[in-house]
């Protein structure tokens, strides 16, 4: 069965700090992406990644940063937290050609 | 060009009615359309699919209509349940397997 998981279901962080929030997918996808999603704006596309070591940015990318290292790990980083990061981050993965699948989320708080 | 419009933000159904979910997109490239469904906790999962070359996909009560002249589509969630009440995200990518562009998502309550 597909499983994308993802390091943390919440977070509470203080403004400033570095935060990192993994992914991992066990369905040896090539494609990785992180969205955050805000009430009335949908899911919005943070950073992407079509192989081991390539990223891409995606439409709202600005004070975030992204590592894959390996092909079933992907992470966000946050370099220096703001408040208006709180959001919830949602994970996906895919194949060339198949449909994204989505980890349960991270709800970040950033106080 | 890149976005997809939803409509409407929120809906609420009597159980047994046809729930009704709108988006227009502007790029004539998007190739694949998905609905998404997602449940409070959880992250979306895919619901139903189509590309451009069919007018209608039907997957049990749920059937997406796709107007490709008027570059809209919409979800039918007919004989709608309480248990269908989540939130529903339409999106348009280039290639099914690359980045996806959402609607602003519709927040459906259907009650008993």
């Known amino acids: 069965d597909v499983k994308v998981t993802q390091s943390s279901r919440y977070l509470v962080k203080r403004t400033g700090e570095k935060v990192f929030l993994e992914c991992v997918q066990d369905m040896d996808h090539e494609n990785m992406f992180w969205y955050r999603q805000d009430p009335g704006l949908g899911l919005r596309l943070i950073y992407f990644?079509?192989?081991?070591?390539?990223?891409e940015k995606g439409d709202i990318p600005e004070g975030y940063s992204v590592s894959r290292e390996k092909k079933e790990r992907f992470s966000l980083i946050l370099e220096s937290a703001s408040t208006n990061q709180t959001s919830m981050y949602l994970c996906?993965?895919?194949?060339?050609?198949?449909?994204?699948?989505f980890g349960p989320g991270t709800r970040l708080l950033v106080l | 060009q890149q976005q997809v419009k939803q409509s409407p933000q929120s809906l609420i159904v009597q159980k047994g009615g046809i729930s009704i979910i709108n988006c227009a997109y502007e790029?004539?490239?998007?190739?694949?359309f998905p609905w998404y469904q997602q449940f409070p906790g959880k992250g979306p999962a895919l619901l139903i699919a189509i590309r451009p070359d069919v007018s209608e996909k039907k997957e049990g009560r749920f059937t997406i209509s796709f107007n490709k002249s008027a570059k809209q589509f919409s979800l039918h969630i007919m004989d709608s349940q309480p248990g269908d009440s989540a939130t529903y995200f339409c999106a348009a990518s280039i290639g099914q397997g690359g980045k996806l562009i959402f609607g602003q998502g519709t927040e459906l309550s259907v009650k008993p």
């Open positions: 990644s079509y192989d081991v070591k390539m990223k």
């Open positions: 996906a993965s895919s194949s060339m050609v198949k449909t994204q699948y």
């Open positions: 790029n004539t490239a998007f190739d694949y």
